[in-house]
């Protein structure tokens, strides 16, 4: 008996070192993978970081880029708000200038009219004299004149000379502004490229130092596995002598298992046969004491019989008592139920009623003897035992085809229904919206009404027209005269938008031409900076390592990789080393490892490197043919848009020759006809045409008084003419005039 229990002992206490261990095991798992999952989240965090760091390096480098770009607009555009500031103000001062000019050269006009004048009606000595005293006076006008316009012209120049200085100093402080812009530049680039460099090597350092403490836990924890591998086979090979014996086991139990599931089915099957009987029993009982209730006595013998068979009754012993006592107490629970039976056909009856009158479908009410069921289920247990308490029909032949033909009523009625939504639906697909029959009859009378009113008032015009005595080609011809106006408008401004547009390209492609030009002197200067890297790739046949390559490279040609990891594999799957020894050997064997994906990343960024140098010495090559294409560009669009502004001018001569070539009978109506094209003019198209009539106006200004200076000139030239003459035909006369 010892033996035996020493034996159970045993094999009790596998089971639990094997759970145990098992258990040990899926710890040291989920141990594993937790590192591991521990390492990926490290892995994510330094590449979050990585992105981060490249986003605020970007972010800055384009925040430079557009402040550097905002002060060389605004720079650009005090230039010229500068610049028009200027051309106004001696465009006034030419304007002044010419006027004075003309009303002085008018005043001489006048006088030598004046003299001629005199000259046709006095003598030749006072016409002498008076010439040579309006000479003598126009001399001293004129040199006086002189002197001024020479000083005049001395301010000026000065103005100028203080004016080219303002500029050459502008533009000095705007080429410092751009080189401390550059300098700012440079120095955030280097600031960025410090940062990234600091950031990408304390990225390294991070990630070998969780490397290090992620490689020495996952040493250990394979060397754990890996003698828990070997307690899980011996525990496996236990286990499974364990399930051939449970196996064995369970074949002596089958046939007893078979037997006791049919004996629970035959058990089953009597217990069913057993409640039906009792249901069968207990409506029999039931039958019989309604069969005995529902009979009367027939004579009064019956009555004294069944009366002296209760006096009878008193006088028997005590248990037939107790008999009866029961039956009484059965009959009592019997009447009870009854009464409930009858309460709830009345009430299922008045509902029955109640359907007919709404000519809704009725449910059939089914009593049985535990109360009354509305499903009417025929599947039902107590189905073939209910019985109907009520023996009247539920309805009547006339009912029942009443409510046959509501049904029918019902269902077309519904048919009917079902059309019209669909129909209603098609309608508002159709129109897209739901629509109303009132609102479109108003809408069409609406509609009706304005076409009626508009007619009338078009036969009111032509009456009007008739008694005014003008014929329809005269309307004709002012509206033709209206669209051309219209068209030369539309023109205009289309010419303009061109222009704009034109303009807009052009600063886009100074400001493009610009940016190229500095990205060109920042590479010329990265290439100037950095040396040239001549990188010879090492090719690797295949076979060799990058690490067998670089020992014979450095003279080491006793080692070869292979075998050593080979012999590192054997030592690290020995058994007889010790847990120390396997972990040293584990940690060479990724150290070597290690170096190898070291070279290799090595020879990768080397070729990269090289790749990335041909790359920005095709990008270069790319800005420049870009600039001399985008210089080209510029100055296409600026003959563009020359041409464009000669376009514009010639358009408005043509609005201004349409509109003074108008009769002067028709001023009325062209007036009226301007007045409702400047109704229909927007301001901002007003505002265009009152600039567009100015310069038009300026122009012609500026032509009539070239023309009047013209003018001026060739009398002056006459006047000398006449003079030189004077002076030759009476030489004497000069000094008897002094």
Aim: charged letters at 35%; a negative charge; hydrophobic letters at 35%.
């Amino acid at each position: 008996m010892s033996k035996r229990g020493a034996g159970g002992r045993g094999k009790g206490e596998r089971p639990d070192t094997m759970a145990s261990l098992q258990a040990a095991n899926e710890e040291l798992r989920a141990k594993l993978t937790d590192i591991q999952i521990e390492l990926q989240q490290e892995k994510n965090k330094v590449s979050r970081l990585e992105r981060e760091k490249s986003q605020e390096l970007k972010a800055e480098h384009h925040r430079a880029t557009v402040t550097v770009t905002e002060l060389k607009t605004k720079l650009h555009e005090e230039k010229q708000r500068e610049l028009a500031v200027t051309r106004e103000t001696l465009l006034r001062q030419h304007e002044m200038e010419l006027m004075r000019v003309i009303k002085i050269k008018d005043g001489e006009i006048q006088r030598l009219n004046g003299l001629v004048l005199t000259l046709r009606d006095g003598s030749t000595d006072k016409v002498t004299l008076s010439l040579m005293a309006e000479v003598e006076d126009s001399r001293r006008s004129w040199e006086a004149e002189r002197v001024r316009l020479q000083q005049e012209v001395q301010e000026l120049r000065a103005a100028k000379k203080s004016t080219e200085e303002v500029l050459t100093l502008a533009q000095q402080a705007c080429q410092a502004r751009t080189a401390e812009l550059r300098s700012a530049h440079n120095q955030h680039q280097e600031e960025l490229n410090r940062t990234k460099r600091d950031c990408e090597r304390e990225i390294r350092r991070l990630e070998d130092r969780d490397m290090r403490r992620f490689q020495l836990k996952i040493a250990e924890l394979s060397a754990v596995i890996r003698k828990l591998e070997d307690r899980n086979a011996l525990l496996s090979e236990e286990r499974n002598e364990l399930l051939k014996r449970l196996r064995e086991t369970e074949s002596q139990f089958l046939p007893l298992l078979d037997k006791n599931k049919r004996l629970s089915r035959k058990n089953e099957e009597l217990a069913l046969a057993l409640r039906r009987l009792d249901n069968k029993l207990r409506f029999v009982t039931q039958e019989n004491m309604e069969m005995v209730t529902m009979r009367r006595p027939s004579s009064l013998n019956d009555l004294d019989r069944s009366q002296s068979t209760s006096y009878h009754g008193y006088s028997q012993d005590e248990r037939e008592m107790e008999f009866l006592r029961l039956q009484v107490i059965e009959q009592q629970h019997v009447i009870d139920n009854l009464s409930k039976a009858l309460e709830t056909a009345g009430y299922v009856k008045t509902v029955i009623f109640r359907c007919v009158n709404r000519m809704s479908v009725c449910v059939q009410v089914i009593e049985t003897f535990y109360g009354y069921d509305e499903e009417a289920s025929v599947d039902s247990d107590g189905s073939s035992l209910s019985f109907h308490t009520d023996k009247t029909p539920d309805t009547e032949p006339d009912e029942g085809c009443a409510r046959e033909d509501a049904e029918l009523r019902y269902r077309q009625l519904t048919q009917e229904y079902q059309a019209l939504q669909r129909a209603y639906a098609l309608l508002t697909e159709t129109s897209g919206g739901p629509c109303d029959p009132e609102k479109e009859i108003k809408t069409r009378e609406q509609l009706m009404s304005e076409i009626r009113r508009f007619q009338s008032r078009v036969s009111d015009l032509e009456s009007a027209l008739t008694q005014q005595g003008l014929d329809v080609m005269w309307v004709e011809e002012k509206q033709a005269l209206y669209r051309r106006n219209q068209e030369l408008v539309e023109k205009i401004r289309q010419m303009e938008a061109e222009e704009m547009r034109l303009r807009d390209d052009i600063q886009d492609i100074r400001d493009q031409n610009e940016l190229l030009e500095f990205r060109i002197l920042e590479l010329e200067e990265r290439e100037r900076r950095s040396p040239g890297l001549n990188f010879q790739p090492l090719h690797f046949p295949e076979g060799l390592s990058p690490l067998q390559i670089y020992c014979e490279v450095e003279g080491v040609t006793d080692i070869v990789i292979s075998e050593l990891m080979k012999k590192l594999d054997i030592l690290g799957d020995n058994a007889n080393l010790s847990n120390e020894e396997q972990v040293v050997v584990i940690h060479a064997r990724t150290v070597l490892t290690l170096a190898e994906k070291w070279l290799e990343s090595i020879e990768v960024t080397k070729t990269a490197l090289q790749q990335k140098m041909l790359d920005i010495q095709n990008e270069k090559d790319l800005f420049r043919k870009q600039k001399g294409y985008l210089d080209e560009e510029l100055d296409y669009r600026k003959q563009a848009m020359d041409q464009a502004h000669k376009r514009i001018l010639e358009l408005e001569a043509m609005l201004f020759e349409a509109l003074q070539q108008q009769d002067g009978s028709r001023t009325g109506e062209l007036k009226m006809e301007e007045g409702r094209l400047s109704d229909t003019l927007t301001e901002e198209e007003r505002e265009g045409l009152k600039k567009a009539m100015d310069q038009w106006k300026r122009a012609v200004m500026c032509e009539l008084r070239e023309r009047d200076a013209q003018i001026l000139r060739e009398r002056m030239e006459l006047l000398q003419l006449t003079q030189q003459v004077m002076f030759k035909g009476n030489p004497t006369d000069l000094p008897q005039t002094h």
